[in-house]
């Protein structure tokens, strides 16, 4: 059976929107954000008074980044999707853009950490999620992302947090299951 004009319109819009948010993903993790490039102008001008300041210093930049960047980026962390049967809304995380996230946020010198930490509580809320290829996929991004460096000790509590009864408890068991899988065997998978 031939696919409808809107079923081949609608494959082919997902199809663009995958490529456009792959596209993204690969443009944040090769983001150019080095010391060298964020405080080449800076370093003529310090002096020895400078000494105790932080060795991160805000750049416009890093500011740009956390202002402009992350947020738009955060937008695309969750894909909006209409279930077939019911027409109800539901949002899907989109692990390659949490794991592209992650790493931007361990580049900026300001809010690094809370960036990551709003991003385990996004991840750790898609677990909640009642289709289990969904969980699953949110599972391994997290496993990921503590491969990748998100501390680990607010994984778990964002999981205790977010998972702390019912059947949660047994998704929770999976997705500290699958951090210490990940952590045993840190080849990417």
Do not use: N, W
């Amino acid at each position: 059976e031939k696919p409808s004009h809107q079923q081949q319109r609608l494959r082919t819009s997902r199809t663009l929107e995958a490529t456009f948010v792959s596209a993204f993903c690969h443009a944040l993790d090769c983001f150019p954000f080095s010391e060298d490039v964020v405080a080449g102008a800076d370093d003529d001008e310090d002096d020895d008074d400078d000494a105790e300041a932080p060795a991160e210093k805000e750049t416009p930049l890093s500011r740009g980044v956390a202002t402009f960047l992350v947020p738009t980026a955060r937008r695309l962390l969750m894909r909006p999707e209409r279930r077939a049967k019911t027409g109800a809304r539901d949002e899907v995380l989109r692990p390659p853009v949490a794991l592209s996230i992650l790493r931007l946020s361990r580049k900026l010198p300001r809010d690094g950490r809370e960036v990551a930490r709003q991003l385990v509580v996004a991840v750790c809320a898609s677990l909640r999620h009642r289709d289990a290829t969904k969980r699953d996929a949110s599972r391994k991004a997290l496993a990921r992302m503590a491969a990748e460096g998100a501390s680990l000790s607010l994984i778990l509590t964002e999981l205790r947090a977010a998972l702390p009864t019912g059947y949660m408890l047994a998704v929770r068991s999976a997705a500290v299951h699958s951090l210490l899988e990940k952590a045993q065997h840190p080849l990417p998978s």
